[in-house]
């Protein structure tokens, strides 16, 4: 998934800097004996915070080393701004991208600093190591927590409604029924922002291994398909579903990711298909954001195996035009450590748990990240199929916003993004297609 981590463009001006060539252990220092580190980051509120707060710490404790933050866009735009930037040798020291699948596409053994058996490991959980390495080498410590991606849902409604979190489809529509009776919106929409409509796809991916548990490694392969599998299919029928019994809100073709949340927050809107990560940034306005919205799994067909599909940390990565590596892996160290986690936690409320050793969720931990918790500790949890594959179309968002506008039938959809998916496995060279 483009993460969420995935989020609403932002104009920016690529900077247009000298290529660094070489990757010492340290550029000289200023003449005060400081050292300064670029860092690029992401533009969602919650991204921004989280790196001020890790570079505000992180300063405050090594004097001698200043951070300059900038910000990217979001979605495509900003995955072009890393690659074009790392492929022209004008990349920052350091900076926050994706982990998972799309880290393949940086060719990370030519443009990163491999970080494997370094110390600046030493805190990160074994459990996150995978999604950060390629061909056998880690390149990345976790930028934030953990996220959960299937259905923010507003607790207010649902007790007001009498109404239990659903662990079937069924249930879960019937739930939308009632809620729509009761003259609130069932389920937003917001294709406004395309990346949001891929939700009830890619976080149905704990259904999917739940009925075919081989279908990452097969799918990888070029074996297993989403229109031929209809598990895989089920996240397009889903987006269909909810577009068919008119439970979306009216507008959603124009509604944006932060009119979706308003409207969750607020309790105009019962559901939102999205990740547990957005919340954080709302408290300052919505205090209530805090207890009024919980999480639960996209509802498959099977209750007793009801689990929630979660998305591992983004990653800060180290670019091989770096001069300053000894400042960067410091830098690396600290974001990868209990205090750099607490750093956090004093301006961002976690949305889940983090991927550092000693971290824990404070006691008044947001509701979402409760949730999420609570799978964790029952083992129904999922990788997001993108940690599990190399394998990701870059048309999906286009495709699930015309299958959840009615436009295109989820078997066209599921067949659509088959042959997306395959030009891109073309391209990467993987025996099967």
Same mark, same amino acid.
């Given at each position: 998934?483009?993460?969420?981590?995935?989020?609403?463009?932002?104009?920016?001006?690529?900077?247009?800097?000298?290529?660094?060539?070489?990757?010492?252990?340290?550029?000289?220092?200023?003449?005060?004996?400081?050292?300064?580190?670029?860092?690029?980051?992401?533009?969602?509120?919650? #991204?921004?915070?989280?790196?001020?707060?890790?570079?505000?710490?992180?300063?405050?404790?090594?004097?001698? *080393?200043? *951070?300059?933050?900038?910000?990217?866009?979001?979605?495509?735009?900003?995955?072009?701004?890393?690659?074009?930037?790392?492929?022209?040798?004008?990349?920052?020291?350091?900076?926050?991208?994706?982990?998972?699948?799309?880290?393949?596409?940086?060719?990370?053994?030519?443009?990163?600093?491999?970080?494997?058996?370094?110390?600046?490991?030493?805190?990160?959980?074994?459990?996150?190591?995978?999604?950060?390495?390629?061909?056998? $080498?880690?390149?990345?410590?976790?930028?934030?927590?953990?996220?959960?991606?299937?259905?923010? +849902?507003?607790?207010?409604? +649902?007790?007001?409604?009498?109404?239990?979190?659903? $662990?079937?489809?069924?249930?879960?529509?019937?739930?939308?029924?009632?809620?729509?009776?009761?003259?609130?919106? !069932?389920?937003?929409?917001?294709?406004?922002?395309?990346?949001?409509?891929?939700?009830?796809?890619?976080?149905?991916?704990?259904?999917?291994?739940?009925?075919?548990?081989?279908?990452?490694?097969?799918?990888?392969?070029?074996?297993?398909?989403?229109?031929?599998?209809?598990?895989?299919?089920?996240?397009?029928?889903?987006?269909?579903?909810?577009?068919?019994?008119? +439970?979306?809100?009216?507008?959603?073709?124009?509604?944006?990711?932060?009119?979706?949340?308003?409207?969750?927050?607020?309790?105009?809107?019962?559901? +939102?298909?999205?990740?547990?990560?957005?919340?954080? !940034?709302?408290?300052?306005?919505?205090?209530?954001?805090?207890?009024?919205?919980?999480?639960?799994?996209?509802?498959? #067909?099977?209750?007793?195996?009801?689990?929630? #599909?979660?998305?591992?940390?983004?990653?800060?990565?180290?670019? $091989?035009?770096?001069? $300053?590596?000894?400042?960067?892996?410091?830098? =690396?160290?600290?974001?990868?450590?209990?205090?750099?986690?607490?750093?956090?936690?004093?301006?961002?409320?976690?949305?889940?748990?983090?991927?550092?050793?000693?971290?824990?969720? !404070?006691?008044?931990?947001?509701?979402?990240?409760?949730?999420?918790?609570?799978?964790?500790?029952?083992?129904? #949890?999922?990788?997001?199929?993108?940690?599990?594959?190399?394998?990701?179309?870059?048309?999906?968002?286009?495709?699930?916003?015309?299958?959840?506008?009615? =436009?295109?039938?989820?078997?066209?959809?599921?067949?659509?993004?088959?042959?997306?998916?395959?030009?891109?496995?073309?391209?990467?060279?993987?025996?099967?297609?």
């Amino acid at each position: 998934m483009k993460t969420s981590h995935r989020t609403l463009a932002a104009a920016l001006a690529v900077l247009a800097t000298a290529a660094l060539t070489s990757c010492g252990s340290g550029a000289e220092p200023a003449a005060d004996g400081t050292v300064t580190l670029t860092f690029m980051t992401g533009s969602d509120q919650s #991204t921004v915070d989280t790196s001020k707060a890790l570079a505000d710490a992180f300063m405050k404790a090594n004097p001698r *080393i200043k *951070i300059e933050v900038e910000n990217q866009p979001g979605g495509g735009e900003g995955d072009n701004v890393v690659k074009t930037r790392l492929s022209t040798g004008e990349m920052t020291d350091v900076f926050w991208y994706n982990s998972g699948s799309l880290l393949q596409a940086l060719n990370p053994a030519q443009t990163l600093v491999d970080l494997t058996g370094d110390p600046v490991l030493a805190n990160v959980q074994p459990e996150y190591l995978p999604v950060v390495t390629q061909g056998g $080498k880690v390149y990345g410590v976790p930028a934030t927590t953990l996220a959960g991606g299937g259905i923010l +849902y507003n607790r207010k409604v +649902y007790e007001q409604l009498k109404l239990e979190v659903p $662990k079937t489809w069924a249930e879960f529509m019937a739930n939308n029924e009632k809620i729509k009776a009761a003259g609130i919106t !069932p389920v937003i929409g917001t294709f406004k922002d395309t990346w949001t409509s891929q939700i009830f796809v890619l976080a149905d991916f704990h259904n999917v291994r739940a009925a075919v548990p081989n279908f990452a490694r097969d799918y990888t392969a070029g074996k297993a398909k989403f229109a031929t599998t209809p598990a895989a299919a089920g996240g397009f029928r889903h987006l269909a579903d909810v577009h068919a019994k008119d +439970y979306l809100n009216e507008g959603f073709g124009s509604a944006t990711l932060d009119q979706g949340l308003k409207m969750l927050v607020e309790g105009k809107g019962a559901h +939102y298909a999205m990740l547990s990560g957005l919340l954080p !940034p709302l408290l300052a306005t919505y205090p209530q954001t805090a207890t009024d919205v919980g999480l639960f799994g996209v509802p498959g #067909t099977d209750a007793a195996k009801h689990g929630v #599909t979660v998305w591992e940390p983004p990653a800060i990565y180290i670019a $091989k035009t770096t001069e $300053k590596l000894d400042a960067a892996k410091k830098f =690396l160290a600290f974001v990868a450590s209990p205090a750099g986690t607490e750093a956090v936690n004093t301006a961002v409320q976690p949305s889940g748990p983090y991927r550092v050793k000693g971290a824990k969720l !404070p006691d008044d931990a947001i509701q979402v990240a409760k949730d999420l918790q609570a799978y964790i500790d029952r083992g129904a #949890t999922t990788p997001a199929l993108e940690f599990l594959s190399p394998v990701k179309g870059p048309s999906l968002e286009q495709i699930t916003v015309a299958v959840g506008s009615g =436009l295109t039938k989820p078997a066209e959809g599921a067949a659509q993004y088959d042959q997306d998916v395959a030009k891109q496995a073309k391209q990467l060279g993987l025996a099967g297609w």
